[in-house]
């Protein structure tokens, strides 16, 4: 199977290097990577650029776009800029992060995972950070989540949930919108990956409102959303972020925001989130 890697690049010189180094040392080599450039103002088209000199089957894109960090858009339009420029010859698709250290099976054993399972259209592993010279699993998500910093997708998969969405909450309607589809989503718990930066590392205040509009695009409505802004502001240890999501949940829906998925699909996403609520209290 043919697997090809986009990485949507902001200012990762400290990273770009240990992310590009694990993935030229896979054991099963990707066919093409390329790095998106995403108007960085330090050297990571340079170290991108020394990376694709030895190794043709990278190549670095630039893309001109505001400094500014919104969680979803930006990172996804830099993704779709690296997407355009691949030709259909793959099997997998792979969005990956620039701060990342892969271990060196990590796409043997997600090709694996795909070739024994038609079925499956989504795989991945799980993120682990540094914390007192420990690298501990990143808790933010549900063990049956894959995290976006890392996404593969199988072709099929990929084009039926219509390409990846440039909003908060993409990688929550990708997989959403694959169980409405019939397709699996696969985590690997033996699949560690050292996730170097942490989550939201970037994110402006603007952005604390995003969380709650994202739970109003997904078709949540008030209930879900109320209980998925709860259990997150805990993960996080953060209580008081419940109320910015809340507030980014009405002001969502006092402004009309456009749902990223059709009333049929948002149907069937408040049944699943249901269901898997009844299933941890009973």
Same mark, same amino acid.
């Given at each position: 199977?043919?697997?090809?890697?986009?990485? =949507?690049?902001?200012?990762?010189?400290?990273?770009? @290097?240990?992310?590009?180094?694990?993935?030229?040392?896979?054991?099963?080599?990707?066919?093409?990577?390329?790095?998106?450039?995403?108007?960085?103002?330090?050297?990571?088209?340079?170290?991108?650029?020394?990376?694709?000199?030895?190794?043709?089957?990278?190549?670095?894109?630039?893309?001109?776009?505001?400094?500014?960090?919104?969680?979803?858009?930006?990172?996804?339009q830099a993704f779709h800029k690296g997407f355009e420029t691949l030709d259909d010859n793959y099997d997998i698709i792979?969005?990956?992060?620039?701060?990342?250290?892969?271990?060196?099976?990590?796409?043997?054993?997600?090709?694996?995972?795909?070739?024994?399972? =038609?079925?499956? /259209?989504?795989?991945?592993g799980f993120a682990y950070v540094e914390k007192n010279g420990e690298w501990i699993l990143e808790n933010l998500t549900?063990?049956?989540?894959?995290?976006?910093?890392?996404? @593969?997708?199988?072709?099929?998969?990929?084009?039926?949930? /219509?390409?990846?969405?440039?909003?908060? /909450?993409?990688?929550?309607?990708?997989?959403?919108?694959?169980?409405?589809?019939?397709?699996?989503?696969?985590?690997?718990?033996?699949?560690?990956?050292?996730?170097?930066? =942490?989550?939201?590392?970037?994110?402006?205040?603007?952005?604390?409102?995003k969380q709650g509009e994202s739970f109003y695009t997904l078709g949540y409505g008030f209930f879900i959303t109320t209980?998925?802004?709860?259990?997150?502001?805990?993960?996080?240890?953060?209580?008081?972020?419940?109320?910015?999501?809340?507030? /980014?949940?009405?002001?969502?829906?006092?402004?009309?925001? =456009?749902?990223?998925?059709?009333?049929?699909? @948002?149907?069937?996403?408040?049944?699943?989130?249901?269901?898997?609520?009844?299933?941890?209290?009973?």
């Amino acid at each position: 199977m043919n697997y090809y890697i986009v990485i =949507p690049a902001y200012n990762e010189e400290a990273f770009i @290097a240990l992310t590009l180094q694990s993935l030229i040392s896979q054991t099963v080599l990707p066919k093409k990577v390329v790095v998106v450039n995403d108007n960085s103002t330090d050297k990571t088209a340079e170290i991108v650029l020394a990376f694709a000199k030895d190794n043709p089957f990278i190549t670095l894109v630039n893309k001109t776009s505001e400094a500014i960090h919104l969680p979803g858009s930006k990172v996804i339009q830099a993704f779709h800029k690296g997407f355009e420029t691949l030709d259909d010859n793959y099997d997998i698709i792979v969005k990956l992060d620039g701060d990342l250290i892969i271990p060196n099976n990590y796409f043997e054993t997600i090709l694996n995972i795909f070739k024994n399972d =038609p079925t499956v /259209g989504m795989a991945g592993g799980f993120a682990y950070v540094e914390k007192n010279g420990e690298w501990i699993l990143e808790n933010l998500t549900d063990k049956d989540h894959i995290r976006g910093a890392f996404k @593969a997708y199988r072709k099929e998969c990929f084009l039926q949930i /219509g390409n990846l969405k440039p909003a908060m /909450g993409w990688d929550t309607v990708d997989e959403l919108l694959s169980k409405f589809y019939n397709w699996k989503v696969v985590t690997d718990a033996s699949l560690i990956i050292k996730h170097l930066k =942490p989550t939201g590392a970037n994110y402006n205040k603007a952005a604390r409102y995003k969380q709650g509009e994202s739970f109003y695009t997904l078709g949540y409505g008030f209930f879900i959303t109320t209980i998925s802004s709860a259990k997150l502001a805990m993960m996080k240890k953060k209580p008081l972020l419940f109320f910015d999501y809340i507030k /980014g949940f009405w002001k969502a829906k006092k402004a009309k925001t =456009p749902l990223l998925v059709t009333n049929d699909q @948002a149907r069937f996403i408040r049944n699943y989130r249901l269901q898997k609520m009844k299933q941890k209290l009973f």
